[in-house]
């Protein structure tokens, strides 16, 4: 589990991964009243425990609104 606190647009290239999964989303506010959004991801049909949680990422509003202007820009979503 993590809380990103940064993300960092790199330029480059990449490939598609050949594993599919499931993944939920949920919000909760913490003691400071800060909002918090959390990624589950879990494993895939193929894994020796199918479905166990896998990865846990949490963003904060800085992180959160980082990873937007990625997606924003990188897919040309509409306000």
């Known amino acids: 589990m993590a809380l990103v606190t940064f993300i960092e647009l790199k330029a ?3 490939k ?3 594993t599919n999964l499931t993944a939920q989303a949920k919000v909760f506010t913490v003691e400071s009243g800060a909002l918090i959004v959390q ?3 879990y494993g ?3 894994r020796e425990i199918p479905s166990k949680q ?3 990422l949490q963003f904060g509003e ?3 609104h980082q990873l937007y202007r990625i997606l924003k820009d990188t897919y040309k979503f509409q306000d």
């Open 12 to 14: 480059g290239t990449g």
């Open 16 to 18: 598609i991964q050949p």
């Open 39 to 41: 990624l589950d991801s």
């Open 44 to 46: 895939s049909a193929d």
């Open 54 to 56: 896998s990865q846990t």
């Open 62 to 64: 800085e992180a959160a």
